[in-house]
């Protein structure tokens, strides 16, 4: 379809100038948010959206992947820059563990083990002061004053993650996956190894969340437990960009991300200042109302449901021919 | 056709982006930042107050040299990471002259890092920790003593009156927290006081008791707690209930000089010592005034961070009205060469320490009497003569 | 020893209120199988109005049960109603929308509460709220003491409810069986709404009879939703015998953890329970004792 095609490649073209056409700081900078939550959102959905595991517990990874940058420059006294490279290694080492105690487990009790994992990881952080300082966190000089540079970065991570997804999908181990979101236990009759293949998800899904940790790390300049281990300001995040975008889709996240990034930092300047200032005190209000209404009505999410977008756009204008379905 | 409904949507987008700056600017804007929400709202909110007491009298005198001085306040919601975007917002996107504010040491050590990248001069109002000035940034000034210097006003009265031999230090597991323990500590190694215990806890607890009873078991005669509001009563109401009777309390500042503390713990708050940055009866000009004219207008009690917001609100505008341009370098200089006297005291920037740009003051004690504030030490500007020993039976009843 | 007794009076003491909380999820997991995620925010709303008719009608707190109890129920059975119960006939790609609501009805109650109330820290302070009874040294703290009391009375109450009432063995009949319960005329609808409000009154006491003790802000919610699935998990799902056991064993586990360990352990020592209880005895406690 030639006209989805134009869309996509303007919208990428748009991405490709954007720094170009937009100087100011503040811009880029939300701009750079949203792709990094693609990436993060992306690898939540192979896991969650894909393979069926729900994670509740991604914030472990990137907090991992932001720790390992952050303890190159203080423990040893190397570059945070090193740290995207160790940090989706790291990564997966930990992700592995932790599938190791999780995986046994479904449905809710994998929700929530998950979910106390990354708490556990948390509260360690904040513990163990001579690896981490606790809360007073890790500050670093970051390398670029131009954020120019950290856009291109966000924007190759983030092609980098699509696109790897996608080629995973078009795979064998995308049938996989798929089968065990399905029907985990009429996989396994078939031969497909329930845990590998979950784990494999898993690997990939934490690889590219602790890059985007390590990228985060370098980028902001100051992390601490409670930013990047956050229940509610990572792992639900992730959960909600997916859910938002579309689930199960290749570029429900990507939407889903650049939607609630853009949205909450709309409403939290009152709409870039047009509005009065207690609609930015709305902003968290706004948001929630917004998942209550998108699960309520758009359970696959703006791209899972397109249809649905589409055919609200077609009641304001004429009147559909034919109902032809729910 | 329904997807080019989304290209208006866009344009309406871009447009936002665009008008902000448009909007009219014949003030001088200051930013500053500080915890209007969150865990350290209380706190916020009376520096707030103090700092737009202060800019009404100021624009009231004649501005910075007949323009409008005015204050964008942001809020860090007690937390670093969006301190830091508060920060570069207020730089980037709305072209502030220079930084103000800072309250919680982590947050104030984020805004700081972005304000000397930006080359942006920030006057911190509260944040404590020693680090915050002792990087060698030399935009960034700070108008409050250092947490090392907290327990100075403290170390005459505990040489010569309260003579403790052991101590225990509990505090919150934040950088005010740890930079406070780590600075006490040394103190008390200083001072010839054995330190039988230590720990840390994270704030928002319920139940303090476990860690009470602990301390209970060591039965130090000095104890030092550094905590914002909200645990600081929880401790002490708990510390009742348990019955743990060192013979001293004392708080390191924040929490344990708030009203609220007073309120929260009641009978609990009595006769307990803190360190103080400041106090309404000191010798500086206006300080009473002040004090009496925040009463008066707000119908609540300020207390030292207050009066750091409202002497720094004065320094910023001193130093605008002496800079030879808006420009970020300009106003540098004229921070750097500041040497005028505030309700908070003198204000003058040294290095000392290890530290830059630091203004340099002492500190005295506070100690809570018939559920009121007074100054007890040192002696020459007390307002009430310490209570101490104290009978923690009789006060407790 | 005296610092063993004392710190475990004090673990058992806030275990009562654990239990309260754990309770009513765990009703809700029994029956409907979600998570729910807007727990501990569910309390929040109850603390509140607590709150407000201490400050402005200087109802004490204890008295206020008999307010936010019903009042949360009418909530709960809202939300349920319109919110939850609609998901169940949608098919979606993943099947824990429902989990996912629930952080939307909690972000919402938060925001909501914040919006009236703003941020600052609340708390209420009744002539008794530092009482203290003395047992040979060891302090009880009066207000847990009555909150513990209140919460058996309430779990008592429960119990005789879900035994012996005929819309108690619906709920119980739900729980183990939706189909079987639908087949034999349960209003499987109306059960699932009746048990979400149950849970939410629940929480609505357990918030009620903390405010005396803690304080109040509207982002408190979130670390006793935490606690609650940790119960609920310990305890088993489901089961509220398991899920008095649970919260009696996470209050007095962080109490000693807190005690012997560090104080700055202490939430860890809920989250590696969890794990552990999860990985080696997926089934709760309940497993031991067959209720």
Partial sequence: ?326 | MKRTAIIPVALLFSLGMFISPVLAQEAVRVGVILPVTGEKAKFGEIEKKSFEMALEEINAAGGINGKKLEFLFEDDTGRPDVARSAAEKLITKDKVVMLGGGYGSSETFAVANVAQESGMPFLVATGSDNKITAQKWEYIFRINPPVSDYPKGLESFLTEVVKPQTAAILYENTNFGSSGQKEFQQTCDRLGIKVVMSEGYQSGGMDFKPLLVNVKKANPDLMYLISYVMDASLLMKQSMELRLTPKIFVGGGAGYTLPEFQKNAGKASDAVFSATLWYQTLPYPGAKEYFDKFGKKFGIETEYHGAEGYASAYVIADALKRAKSMKQDDVREALAATDMMTVFGPVKFIAYDKMTNQNKLPTYVVQWLDGKLELVWPKEVASKPYFYPVDWEKVWK | MDVFIQTLVSGILIGGIYALVGLGMTLIMGVMRIINLAHGQLMMVAMYITFVLYEFLHIDPYFSLLVSMPALFLVGVLIQKYLLNPLLRIESIIPQNQILMTVGVAMVLTEVMRFIFHSDYKSVKTPYSSAVLYISSIAFNFPMLIAFGIAMILTAGLFFFLLKTDTGKSVRATAQNKDAALLLGVNAEWITQLTYGLGAALAAAAGTLLLPIYYLYPDVGGQFTLKAFVITVLGGLGSTVGAIMGGLVLGVAESLGATYISMALKDAVGMVIFVLVLVFMPGGLKTLTKV
């Fill in chain 1, 1 to 326: 379809m030639k006209s989805s095609h134009w869309s996509k490649l303007s919208v990428v073209l748009l991405l490709a100038v954007f720094p170009i056409i937009v100087p100011s700081d503040y811009y880029r900078h939300i701009f750079i948010m949203a792709l990094m939550w693609v990436v993060i959102g992306s690898s939540w959905n192979l896991l969650a959206g894909y393979t069926g595991q729900i994670s509740f517990g991604h914030a472990a990874f990137f907090g991992v992947g932001a720790y390992t940058a952050g303890l190159c420059v203080t423990k040893l006294h190397i570059s945070a820059w090193w740290g995207m490279l160790l940090a989706g290694p790291v990564s997966m080492l930990v992700a592995f563990l932790i599938g190791c105690v999780c995986f046994r487990l479904r449905g809710p009790y994998f929700n929530l083990a998950t979910l106390a994992i990354a708490e556990i990881f948390r509260l360690t952080a904040i513990v163990w002061r001579d690896l981490t300082d606790g809360m007073q966190g890790i500050l670093i000089m970051r390398t670029f004053r131009n954020k120019a540079y950290y856009y291109y970065l966000a924007l190759i991570l983030a092609a980098a993650c699509i696109y790897a997804i996608y080629r995973v999908m078009r795979s064998k181990w995308g049938y996989y996956f798929v089968a065990i979101r399905e029907d985990q236990d009429a996989a396994e009759s078939m031969g497909i190894s329930a845990f590998r293949y979950k784990t494999f998800s898993l690997l990939i899904s934490s690889f590219f969340t602790g890059l985007a940790g390590a990228f985060y790390m370098n980028y902001m300049g100051f992390i601490d437990p409670e930013v990047v281990f956050s229940l509610y300001f990572i792992s639900i995040m992730a959960i909600l960009v997916a859910i938002i975008g579309g689930a199960g889709t290749i570029w429900g996240p990507a939407v889903g991300a650049f939607i609630m990034v853009l949205l909450q930092e709309t409403f939290r300047s009152s709409f870039f200042g047009i509005f009065p200032k207690w609609v930015s005190e709305a902003h968290a209000l706004a948001f929630g109302l917004l998942v209550i209404f998108v699960i309520r009505y758009m359970t696959n999410g703006i791209v899972g449901d397109w249809v649905k977008v589409q055919r609200l756009w077609s009641k304001n204008k004429e009147q559909p021919l034919a109902s032809t379905g729910s």
